[in-house]
């Protein structure tokens, strides 16, 4: 057995690209990459980053560092300041929740194939079973192809509570327990992370073209739709789930139809409308947003 999750751990290492994949389709599918990147980036730029709560956890770092060096007064001094950046944040109407203080994008694509993926699977079960769940993981771990934004936000309903109670701490020469709140405040931050998946995309973006081109090139097109056919299939292997009532199967058998009509009288503009509002809307309903 043994053997076996060696040689299954090997393979997932030499990844294989999809080879049926033609350049041309190839091309497209890094070009809906790079388009959903550059989305990812907009959006990015469009969360609004807090100064004030930027600035207060400065000065609560700040604080620490001053309490390391044993003072407290300079200590004091800088909570009381953080407290009053806050406290503006707070003093605005209907202020939210969490307060984004970061963003980012990550951008992760599994660079194998439908088999690819079948074997990694077969390996993580394989070591499950023998207890290796920290080796299971890092099989795991590389079965993602999406994009991520993501957020750290300061959550307003505890961080300033955690400043005046650590205050009120410094203030009473409770210099430990100041220490030990400070220092859980900055572990309360919340990390939201909205997950767009990479090979969904690359399907909506193929069948878009496979429309612009099916009545010039048809073998372009159905190149196109065969690539999308297959991004759709390592989405379901790689588990991205959609809250569509549209299934998998059903964008799959939408496909193939319109496969069949490029091959014979080529009238599928109404089929490519059809299904590229499904895709749209089951790519849409796809997207997580998840809590850290």
């Known amino acids: 057995m043994k053997k076996l999750i060696l ?9 294989s690209p999809n080879v049926l994949a033609s350049e041309a389709s190839k091309a497209a599918s890094n070009q809906a ?20 709560a930027v600035e207060a956890v400065s000065l609560t770092q700040e604080a620490l560092k001053a309490l390391e060096k044993g003072k407290r007064d300079e200590a004091i001094k800088e909570l009381e300041n953080a407290i009053g ?35 990694a699977l077969i390996t993580v079960k394989a070591l499950l079973k023998e207890n290796k769940i920290q080796e299971a993981r890092r099989v795991l771990n590389r ?5 991520v934004l993501k957020t750290i936000n300061l959550p307003l309903a505890s961080y300033p509570a955690a400043l005046k109670l650590a205050a009120k701490f410094l203030h009473e020469n409770r210099v430990d327990e100041a220490n030990n709140v400070l220092n859980q405040a900055l572990l309360t931050f919340v990390e939201v992370d909205i997950i767009t998946p990479i090979p969904l995309l690359k399907a909506q973006f193929l069948v878009e073209e496979a429309k ?39 964008l799959e058998e939408a496909i193939e139809k319109i496969e069949k009509e490029v091959k014979d009288k080529n009238e599928a503009e109404k089929l490519f409308e059809d299904l590229i509002e499904k ?14």
């Open 33 to 52: 990459v790079s388009k959903a990147k550059l989305e990812a980036k907009k959006q990015q730029n469009e969360v609004k980053i807090i100064k004030e």
């Open 85 to 119: 950046k806050l406290e503006v944040v707070l003093a605005a109407p209907n202020a939210p929740v969490l307060i984004p203080i970061d963003s980012s994008v990550e951008v992760v694509e599994f660079p194998g194939s439908v088999k690819d993926i079948e074997i």
């Open 143 to 147: 079965l993602r192809s999406e994009i």
């Open 279 to 292: 895709l749209k809307e089951f790519k849409e309903k796809a997207i997580k947003s998840i809590s850290k």
């Open 7 to 15: 040689s299954a751990v090997a393979s997932i290492m030499l990844l």
């Open 212 to 250: 612009k081109i099916a009545k010039k090139d048809k073998k372009k097109a159905l190149e196109y739709l065969k690539e999308a056919k297959y991004s759709l299939k390592k989405a379901e292997a790689l588990g991205y789930t959609s809250e569509s009532d549209t299934t998998y199967k059903t």
